[in-house]
T-cell receptor
């Protein structure tokens, strides 16, 4: 069964810093990988979806990379802002196109 | 506006009562999901449905029931058999690119 791990569990950085969040998964035969953002008490907002055939996806200051062979993905956030403070989760299907398995997330605090 | 709605946002119930959480989507998605989120536990899958009139148990289905009579709706009933029902419940649907979209969640408190 797929397992997803996110490191670190929490991260605090000063405003303007570039940062990297890590996600690893145990079964490399994934269909895709999705990064989400969750604000306290809210639902999840999809940030980036990387299909298995892709190496990376970019949206504004966010860049997500995928290395299937090593079972890893990174989310790079450039020039961080206080508004980026949230919990970031990554998720992959258990197998094929089945329901997502989530990591426990990285709680990010960007200090002004 | 297309999206997923969940109601109510907050729900309070006495122990021993069944309660139904609503989830509606107007995205025309076939697949829908229910997750439970507890502090420090991450999201755990309760039930999912790939198509109308069909659904499968997730990892923690005991004490829960669902129905999928319409494509747009996937209500979740938390029964009195669920030992620890207090949690944040999230509904999601899946698009054509296999991207999941989430509703705003319902926070259930049982006392």
């Amino acid at each position: 069964k797929q397992e997803v791990t996110q490191i670190p569990a929490a991260l605090s950085v000063p405003e303007g810093e570039n940062l990297v969040l890590n996600c690893s998964f145990t079964d490399s035969a994934i269909y895709n990988l999705q990064w989400f953002r969750q604000d306290p008490g809210k639902g999840l907002t999809s940030l980036l979806l990387i299909q298995s055939s892709q190496r990376e996806q970019t949206s504004g200051r966010l860049n997500a990379s995928l290395d299937k062979s090593s079972g890893r993905s990174t989310l790079y956030i450039a020039a961080s802002q206080p508004g980026d403070s949230a919990t970031y989760l990554c998720a992959v299907p258990d197998s094929g196109n089945t329901p997502l398995v989530f990591g426990k997330g990285t709680r990010l605090s960007v200090i002004a | 506006d297309g999206g997923i709605t969940q109601s109510p946002k907050y729900l309070f119930r006495k122990e021993g009562q069944n309660v139904t959480l609503s989830c509606e989507q107007n995205l025309n998605h076939d697949a829908m999901y229910w997750y439970r989120q507890d502090p420090g536990q991450g999201l755990r899958l309760i039930y999912y449905s790939q198509i109308v009139n069909d659904f499968q148990k997730g990892d923690i289905a005991e004490g829960y029931s669902v129905s999928r009579e319409k494509k747009e709706s996937f209500p979740l009933t938390v029964t009195s058999a669920q030992k620890n029902p207090t949690a944040f419940y999230l509904c999601a649907s899946r698009g054509l690119a296999y991207e999941q979209y989430f509703g705003p969640g319902t926070r259930l408190t049982v006392t």
